[in-house]
């Protein structure tokens, strides 16, 4: 016979198991840590990218700053597929970004592909780490970098 598995979640977003807590939850590529908790992991708040477009005539500037992942990258790919009508002249200011994951350069892949063919895009204010991560994976001589 089959014993009930009893997995409930706790008021700090712990799963416990038959009773035991297994840690904090894992959402993505993040750690989500319960409430008041300060493990230096990841929290749900960090797990957020603003963006700011600024648009003149044919030019449209996105200030981008938190993480861009996972998570936040599908929010990145719908502002930009709904905003690029008519743009000649694209810049991705990246001076608040902290972090660029894969998912995060599908995305810049797939809008320099499309500023390709109506203008040019050009990526300013690059921090250390994620031109680190332009560097290695290549991107550093695809994108334009100011």
Known sequence: MRKKDSKKKTTTGQTKNNGIETGPL????????????????????????????????????????GRLDTTTA???????KDSLGGVEDLTMDFEGLEYISSAGLRVLLATQKVMNKQGKMKVIHVNEVVMDVFDVTGFADILTIE
Not at 74 to 80: H, M, Y
């Open 74 to 80: 599908p929010e990145l790919d719908a502002v930009l």
């Open 26 to 65: 894992f959402r993505g590529s993040v750690w989500l840590n319960g409430p008041g908790e300060d493990s230096g992991r990841i929290t749900e708040e960090d797990v957020t990218v603003k963006i700011e477009k600024k648009a003149e005539g044919n030019k449209l500037t996105v200030a981008l700053e």
